[in-house]
């Protein structure tokens, strides 16, 4: 067993490594805002600034490197998509290499060319209208779409946290009930019935939130090859790209909780107590220790599911496990965090406030949690071997 990665792995490792460093990193003052009051702070990078960062993803190979090549990505495999998100999740600028949600996997031909190709080539946005106002559940919906001849007439309201108004040439995604049970329609902006309203994107102190956008449908009217998949069947879209999608969401937790752990170690070189550095505190030393052994061993862990990934192997029971170790882990350490800067790290205008935030946000999805465990203690009870 060998767990030395590949040089050409290492090599795509260090040109993410590179790029977050070089290119994004520097993108955070201007981010977390440089006035006293923090009047200019803002959620997300500035259009022109996101195109120029895409182009030169382009230019160096990083581009949608987690979508497969049939369907226009570079297909590279699992642990190379774990290894670059990984090192993305480290900063907190909201830029990606051209992620798609799997849900769009499952278009057609002639859907493919008028709205994942856009997607993967930031021509246009996909906005994520899952959820309704006031619910917790997707499968708990009142959005409806009725049979009108040949064609869907959808009535309620969506929530979401998509740029979709201020994205330019963008399109919905939405869940609704139809005669068949719950299907998916792919909505254009600006199509008849479908307003939008909220803000989705706050500045100032309230930069590190994100209310979502509202998504009202009014007698919208969908073509029938705006249904994305079988109709009845939205909740199978992307189910076979789930655990991978599982595994690489827990290399981003590997990678936030590295970009925690360094900011603690430098505020424990320089942050003075009593005439001495934090560092020399052994409470502060047992954290540091801590939060680097948890990183590690959830590293460990999210590799080997993405290596058996990459061989073909089943992961479903692997990519939950991967979930909860690496949440658990990352809620330890934001913890572990506040602990070594001793309440500050929460206060706005700093990097690792944002990534608590995050942090807290991950370990939240009690669900996918939830779903881990039991799937674990089943597999436990049933006798197969852990």
């Known amino acids: 067993m060998d767990f030395e990665l590949p040089e050409e792995l290492k090599m795509v490792q260090g040109l993410a490594r590179d790029f977050v460093n070089e290119r994004l990193r520097p993108l955070e003052r201007d981010l977390l805002g440089r006035a006293a009051d923090l009047s200019d702070a803002r959620a997300g990078l500035p259009p022109e600034v996101e195109a120029d960062l895409a182009a030169r993803a382009r230019e160096v190979g990083l581009w949608a490197i987690g979508v497969p090549e049939e369907l226009g990505g570079a297909g590279l495999g699992v642990l190379v998509d774990c290894l670059v998100e990984e090192e993305l999740a480290r900063t907190v600028a909201p830029f990606d290499f051209g992620n798609v949600s799997p849900i769009l996997f499952e278009c057609n031909g002639p859907q493919r060319q008028k709205y994942l190709l856009p997607v993967l080539e930031r021509r246009r946005w996909a906005c994520l209208a899952l959820l309704e106002p006031g619910k917790k559940d997707i499968t708990d919906m009142e959005c ?187 809620d330890r350490v934001a913890d572990a965090v506040s602990h070594v800067f001793n309440g500050p790290a929460h206060r706005p205008g700093l990097a690792v406030e944002r990534l608590c935030r995050d942090a807290a946000a991950a370990g939240a999805e009690e669900s996918g949690l939830k779903l881990g465990q039991e799937l674990i203690v089943r597999d436990l009870l049933n006798g197969v071997n852990i």
């Open 144 to 330: 409806a779409a009725m049979k009108v001849q040949d064609h869907n007439v959808i009535d309620g309201r969506k929530i979401s946290l998509g740029r979709g108004h201020a994205g330019g040439d963008w399109f919905a995604v939405v869940f609704a009930r139809a005669g068949e049970g719950p299907t998916c329609f792919l909505v254009d902006g600006g199509t008849p019935g479908l307003s939008v309203s909220g803000d989705g994107e706050k500045t100032g102190w309230q930069a590190q939130a994100r209310s979502p956008l509202l998504l009202s449908f009014e007698g919208c009217r969908v073509e029938p090859e705006n249904v994305l998949g079988e109709e009845g069947r939205a909740f199978h879209l992307g189910q076979k790209w789930l655990p991978a999608r599982r595994i690489v969401r827990g290399a981003r937790c590997v990678g936030m909780a590295r970009r925690l752990l360094e900011e603690a170690a430098a505020h424990a070189q320089t942050w003075q107590s009593f005439g001495q550095p934090l560092s020399v505190r052994p409470d502060i030393r047992r954290a540091l220790a801590d939060m680097a052994a948890s990183i590690h061993a959830a590293r460990l862990v999210v590799y080997e599911a993405a290596c058996r990934a990459d061989a073909g192997k089943p992961v479903r029971r692997e990519s939950v496990t991967v979930k909860l170790v690496a949440t658990q882990m990352l």
